[in-house]
């Protein structure tokens, strides 16, 4: 192969080759980055929420009558619900996984102030909470329907029980071997909760917390003129029963309004729009960023076989083929963009380091740098063939007529 | 060796056909140094350019070495040109992005021949035509004299058997032209083929053997006019 004469042909018109290959580095820099925000995003949202998401569904009641019987109404909203034909279970509680919004409290093993707690979401619910969000219980036992009670706004204190995620009770204690039921944990610094089972998963509601899988079942109904109501179907129901149990509960009791009705995948799809939109406009950056290097690459090679047209009619009189042409030419981009993504390796992977150190982004996998190489390399090539096949037409008479 | 039986050349452009050449025949023996006059516009060039497959005849026959050239595809034809052809050029044509010794390297890279084999050529060649010294200078930096004589080299770093020259002498003051033409001669005695273009008859008479063109036919002897006007 000629390397040689093609390096050293290419260090003297370097200045176009130098900003291609810059032009290059960027968009290697830029892509890696982008793809590797897009990882994280697009990993971030495949995490299971712990819902048994495909039938589940959730509405939220608001009483307007001033005088209502909130718990009578909760009661017979739930009643109704649990006797539909094609509706596993329901449950009435203050939020659920990818929700946004919520209750979170920190947890200690020892009570007392200024201990550091680990922080957890709060699900409020009765004993059929397991198995409306459907979550498996691994150890221990569900609320017994004793131990549920009403909250009471004015006077309000923890009840003594909650149920775990494992990844809590794993948190709170690291050292445990066996198992973490009945062990107590202190809640809001002093008030003292005993763990009597877990689940194995669960999310909190706010998707992009640290510490998402922190989430515990508090037995706790609320009926306070506003109630969220989550229901599980049986499978392929869902969609049908969602306009069906919203008008059910409608005319049942005329003096509310329900709101807020969703499928799970609506919950899930309104919570990662965010991170959808930035996969989107990511991966439209970089395809545009791959185009305008190509385009330029194309230029820079429309260029060069403008500017040895003779010369090109020199090599083919001398004995050069068509293949050796274009080959001539396919290897001067390829060194072209050798350097570019070597220079764009270095680039993307400092920008990746202050990246996760500014934003708390998660460090790149280690095949992006070499995709992304590949992917500029084969987009230079396809760049320079057009231009190269070009000069391929050029005769070689050339090399005697022009003067 | 060279024959050539009625080939003609027909450049068609949208609005003109010109017979650059008219039934053309030639034939150039092993060994023979050749010159070719004609005056401006006569084919001589385009002559050259079919002899040396820079270009296709439009009809007619040509056999080189023995092989039907009308035969040959695109790669063959190139083949032909690295291997058994040699030109030198009125321009010179050197790669002005490469150095000397790059510059004598494009044909022998294009024949495949290893790093060892193409540096040896490539110094003795140079050498033959009293460059070796400046391998590493630019064609630029080099005079036209100079020049030539790199693109000699490069001709004949190949080992060729045809040297095909088209005015080769024509961007050279006298003196330098004197000494191209010595060199040709010197070449030509080695055994190659020499066929040069010029229109300078005190030129041309250093070869063996004359042949006239004139509106794209071969004619006998040399028109009195073109006496008259090289003294
Ligand atoms: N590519 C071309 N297209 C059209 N006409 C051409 C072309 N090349 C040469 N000619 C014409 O062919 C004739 C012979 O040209 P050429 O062989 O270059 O003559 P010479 O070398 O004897 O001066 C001229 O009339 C010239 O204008
Ligand atoms: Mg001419």
Redesign the interface.
């Known amino acids: 192969m000629e390397f040689g004469p093609i390096w050293r042909a290419l260090l003297k018109n370097k200045g176009g080759a130098i900003l291609i290959a810059l032009q290059i580095a960027v968009t290697m820099a830029i892509m890696v980055n982008s793809i590797s925000i897009m990882q994280e995003r697009a990993t971030n949202m495949q995490r299971p929420s712990g819902m048994d998401e495909a039938n589940t569904l959730t509405f939220a009641s608001i009483s307007f009558a001033s005088d209502a019987d909130n718990r009578a109404t909760y009661i017979n909203d739930l009643e109704m619900l649990r006797n539909t034909p094609g509706v596993i279970n329901a449950v009435g509680t203050n939020s659920f996984p990818l929700r946004g919004g919520g209750w979170s409290m920190g947890l200690q093993t020892e009570p007392g102030e200024d201990m550091g707690g680990v922080g957890s979401a709060i699900y409020f619910g009765d004993e059929h909470m397991i198995e409306t969000f459907g979550v498996e219980l691994i150890d221990g036992e569900n609320f017994s329907p004793e131990q549920v009670v009403f909250l009471d706004p004015d006077n309000f204190r923890w009840e003594p029980y909650v149920i775990v995620t494992e990844a809590l009770a794993k948190t709170l204690f690291p050292d445990e071997e066996g198992s973490v039921v009945g062990k107590t944990a202190y809640i809001n610094q002093n008030d003292p909760v005993q763990i009597i089972g877990v689940i194995d998963q669960l999310q909190a509601p706010w998707q992009g917390w640290d510490e998402v899988e922190h989430a515990l079942f508090s037995p706790v109904k609320r009926a306070e003129g506003f109630a969220r109501y989550v229901v599980r179907t049986e499978p392929g129901m869902r969609d049908e029963l969602l306009p069906q149990l919203e008008e059910m509960l409608a005319s049942a009791d005329k003096t509310r309004l329900i709101r807020a009705a969703q499928t799970f995948d609506e919950v899930r799809e309104g919570a990662y729009l965010g991170d959808s939109a930035m996969i989107k406009i990511l991966g439209f950056v970089i395809t545009l960023l791959t185009i305008i290097t190509g385009l330029g690459i194309v230029g820079l090679a429309s260029f060069n076989v403008s500017r040895r047209t003779r010369q090109i009619g020199i090599r083919r009189a001398l004995g050069a083929t068509k293949p050796a042409i274009m080959r001539y030419f396919m290897l001067e981009n390829f060194m072209i963009s050798s350097v570019g993504v070597v220079v764009g390796g270095a680039l993307a992977i400092g920008l990746n380091i202050f990246m996760v150190e500014t934003f708390n982004l998660t460090p790149m996998s280690w095949w992006v740098v070499p995709a992304a190489m590949i992917v500029l390399w084969l987009v230079g090539q396809a760049a320079v063939a057009g231009p190269a096949r070009r000069a391929t037409r050029i005769a070689p008479s050339i090399a005697t007529r022009s003067g | 060796m060279l024959k050539m039986t009625d080939v003609s050349k027909i450049y068609r452009t949208d609005t003109v056909e010109t017979h650059a050449l008219r039934e053309f025949s030639l034939t150039v023996d092993e060994g023979e140094f050749v010159s070719v006059t004609g005056p401006s516009g006569s084919g001589k060039?385009t002559f050259?350019?079919i002899a040396?497959?820079?270009?296709e005849m439009t009809s007619g026959t040509y056999e080189l070495d023995g092989r039907d050239i009308s035969k040959l595809n695109?790669?063959e034809r190139?083949?032909v040109?690295?291997?058994k052809i040699g030109?030198i050029?009125?321009?010179f044509?050197l790669?002005?992005?490469?150095?000397i010794f790059?510059n004598v390297?494009?044909?022998l890279?294009?024949?495949g021949l290893n790093a060892a084999e193409r540096k040896r050529r490539i110094e003795e060649s140079l050498d033959m035509v009293g460059l070796a010294s400046r391998l590493k200078h630019q064609p630029a930096q080099l005079s036209g004299g100079q020049q030539q004589r790199v693109a000699i080299a490069?001709a004949l770093a190949?080992e060729p058997r045809f040297l095909l020259a088209?005015e080769p002498t024509g961007n050279l003051d006298t003196h330098m032209a004197d000494s191209v033409l010595d060199l040709l001669s010197e070449i030509n005695s080695n055994g190659v083929t020499i066929i040069m273009v010029t229109h300078e008859l005190t030129l041309a008479d250093r070869a063996k053997r004359n042949i006239f063109v004139r509106d794209g036919q071969v004619t006998d002897a040399a028109p009195e006019f073109l006496r008259a006007a090289n003294g």
């Open positions: 060039t050259l350019n040396g497959l820079l270009e695109d790669r190139s083949r040109r690295n291997e030109f050029f009125q321009s044509n790669i002005p992005e490469l150095n790059d390297d494009v044909p890279r294009y024949r490069r190949g088209d």
